[in-house]
């Protein structure tokens, strides 16, 4: 699995756009990347994935560079519920998920 | 919530006890994953059932064991608890194509068992 590189932490006011950069320059080309979060003390949870192309669902959209290095997930409007911690994987879909220590992001009223 | 469900809560074992966690997957998926979570860090692979076979085994030594039954739900026993065996213990389902055998995209997971040793 491809090994990323995320900040230990981040700040966003509540209502405003949430920007969270990862960096995978080690990534293979079947590698997707994958965007879990951590809400205090429950299990991860899935938000989105993407393979080379830009991904938008009900929940983010997924930005990815063009040469697959790095990636932002964006969270259009944060609420204080989007508080966790978020976790970028490299995967390609046969091998177990390798996290890190994610970046906590914490919404500010 | 999704449909993944985990038993017990929590559970405090003293060192050298044996305990079992247990894990209902997600309808339709036919894969288990264990994870164990310590307190500052991301979840850290232990093992994966499919099919009631164990099918990847993380950095975990053999005390750490598993089942999978045939309605897909699955179980982790560890024997000797150790105080580092203290931690989350999360299950996630998935669904491995019988004919791709590529895993679908997103993992499940449960809320987890907290397990403390003492």
């Known amino acids: 699995d491809a090994k990323t590189t995320q900040p230990p932490s981040m700040d966003c006011a509540e209502g405003r756009a949430a920007n969270l950069p990862c960096n995978h320059s080690?990534?293979?080309?079947?590698?997707?990347v994958y965007w879990y979060r951590q809400i205090h003390s429950q299990g991860p949870q899935y938000i989105i994935h993407?393979?080379?192309n830009n991904e938008t669902n009900e929940m983010a959209s997924l930005i990815i560079t063009e040469d697959r290095k790095s990636s932002t997930l964006i969270l259009p409007h944060a609420t204080l519920r989007d508080t966790a911690v978020y976790y970028c994987?490299?995967?390609?879909?046969?091998?177990?998920?390798?996290f890190g220590k994610g970046t906590r992001l914490s919404v500010i009223a | 919530e999704t449909g993944v469900t985990q038993s017990p809560t929590h559970l405090i074992k003293t060192r050298g006890q044996q305990v079992t966690l247990r894990c209902s997957s997600q309808?339709?998926?036919?894969?288990v994953s264990w994870y164990q979570q310590a307190l500052g860090q991301g979840p850290q692979f232990i093992f994966q059932?499919?099919?009631?076979?164990?099918?990847g085994r993380g950095n975990f030594p053999p005390r750490f064991s598993g089942l999978q039954f045939p309605n897909y739900s699955s179980e982790l026993n560890v024997n000797a608890l150790e105080l580092d065996d203290s931690a989350l213990y999360l299950c996630?389902?998935?669904?491995?194509?019988?004919?791709?055998?590529?895993?679908?995209?997103?993992?499940?997971f449960g809320p987890g068992t907290r397990l403390t040793v003492t």
């Open positions: 996630a389902s998935s669904l491995i194509g019988r004919t791709s055998g590529r895993t679908t995209y997103e993992q499940y």
């Open positions: 080690t990534i293979s080309g079947n590698e997707y």
């Open positions: 993407g393979l080379k």
């Open positions: 994987i490299g995967n390609s879909g046969n091998t177990p998920l390798v």
């Open positions: 309808s339709g998926h036919n894969t």
């Open positions: 059932y499919y099919r009631e076979e164990e099918n």
